[in-house]
């Protein structure tokens, strides 16, 4: 079941991450500037992150099978909208849609994480990481290849009908279950708010995430632009090719989820911190071009991916064993701090490479590194205040 639920992830996260490859078709084929197509991997996120707010909650209120099989069906239809759209326009509102409804991980991670016990959390939560990176990667380079080929319609058409297929499967394979809340709709959000500010660990794991997520979505919106720009030349299938290159980040997660099981969520924290200033530094040879630039943005990129996606193996496992009955209203918390800086981040990323290049997004990920790395150093002093007479 965990495997399965591992490839319903990756099918669903995909259907974020490929308007990143395909943007640079976006403005070919629309007739629009590439900074402006980048709006429509905006929306997506920002689609993405509402979806996470509003509908998550859900998770604790409607029984598990109906409710993923309903809104991968919603997300197809949304896809198929994207893929028919006439302009950038009607493109943009289609890919709200798709964000809002393909929120299919931040479900299905609470309901594993009941199906196991507290001490293999961390594995389990890597796995299903691995199969949500699976989809990023897969769909990058599916997404790419099949713009270039058939032109950007194609990625959304296809991706319309895989995640029909998938919800009449889901239908009748996921088995059933009873949902552990009677709550009403409006209780279920103001739930998931009063516990994001009645939960100082909820916060501190939101805050990490949003700020290496919001680093994370600021270099792949940065590296579709240089890439099929001047210092390249290349095409958008080239940027899927790069992320396919990541693929080590599904082997990594795993065993950055049994880490977590054996040091704890901070140790993590720290390192995947650290990890993405190393990156940071590592990438900005990219800008370079040539053979040496395309190593620096693999092994920088890669580096960056294992740290994010580590990262958030430990912020989950800290916020699910907050509480046993509002797993769904605590990741529906966590997420939306999460998504909301991996939006910004993207808008962020696109408007560092107009005003200042490649450098500038490579600024960007460090400053945003740097306060995550600062929120932590702030939490240690005051668990281990000077002269408490332990180890930090």
């Given at each position: 079941?965990?495997?399965?639920?591992?490839?319903?992830?990756?099918?669903?996260?995909?259907?974020?991450?490929?308007?990143?490859?395909?943007?640079?078709?976006?403005?070919?084929?629309?007739?629009?500037?590439?900074?402006?197509?980048?709006?429509?991997?905006?929306?997506?996120?920002?689609?993405?992150?509402?979806?996470?707010?509003?509908?998550?909650?859900?998770?604790?209120?409607?029984?598990?099978?109906?409710?993923i099989a309903a809104l991968l069906s919603l997300a197809g239809l949304g896809l198929l909208g994207a893929g028919l759209a006439p302009g950038l326009v009607p493109l943009v509102a289609a890919s709200v849609l798709v964000g809002v409804t393909t929120v299919i991980a931040p479900i299905v991670a609470p309901m594993a994480a009941g199906l196991v016990p507290d001490d293999r959390r961390g594995a389990v939560t890597g796995t299903l990481l691995s199969g949500s990176i699976g989809g990023m990667l897969l769909s990058r380079a599916f997404g790419g290849s099949l713009g270039e080929w058939l032109g950007w319609r194609a990625p959304y058409l296809l991706s319309a009908a895989l995640a029909l297929l998938i919800a009449l499967v889901l239908a009748r394979a996921l088995p059933k279950s009873t949902a552990p809340s009677r709550q009403s709709y409006p209780k279920l959000l103001g739930e998931s708010l009063r516990l994001l500010?009645?939960?100082?660990?909820?916060?501190?794991?939101?805050?990490y995430q949003a700020m290496l997520f919001g680093a994370f979505s600021a270099l792949w919106t940065g590296v579709a632009l240089l890439m099929t720009g001047p210092a390249y030349g290349l095409g958008a299938s080239a940027v899927g090719l790069l992320a396919l290159v990541n693929a080590g980040t599904m082997i990594s997660t795993p065993l950055a989820g049994r880490q977590v099981d054996r040091r704890g969520p901070d140790a993590v924290n720290l390192a995947a911190t650290l990890a993405v200033l190393a990156a940071a530094a590592v990438l900005l040879f990219g800008g370079a071009g040539g053979v040496v630039g395309l190593v620096a943005l693999a092994v920088g990129s890669l580096l960056l991916d294992v740290a994010m996606q580590s990262g958030m193996i430990a912020n989950q496992v800290r916020i699910f064993a907050l509480s046993d009955e509002a797993r769904s209203r605590l990741n529906t918390a966590y997420m939306t701090c999460g998504y909301l800086g991996g939006s910004i981040g993207s808008w962020l990323g696109a408007h560092a490479y107009d005003t200042f290049g490649w450098p500038g997004v490579c600024g960007l990920v460090t400053l945003l590194a740097s306060l995550a790395l600062t929120r932590h150093l702030l939490h240690v002093r005051s668990a281990h205040p000077p002269g408490d007479g332990r180890a930090p």
């Open positions: 079941m965990v495997l399965l639920l591992a490839v319903v992830c990756g099918v669903a996260v995909g259907n974020v991450y490929f308007p990143q490859a395909v943007s640079p078709l976006v403005a070919e084929g629309l007739h629009v500037s590439a900074d402006t197509a980048t709006l429509v991997v905006t929306a997506t996120q920002f689609g993405y992150a509402g979806g996470i707010f509003l509908l998550v909650p859900l998770g604790d209120r409607v029984p598990y099978r109906p409710l500010r009645t939960e100082p660990q909820l916060r501190r794991s939101g805050f």
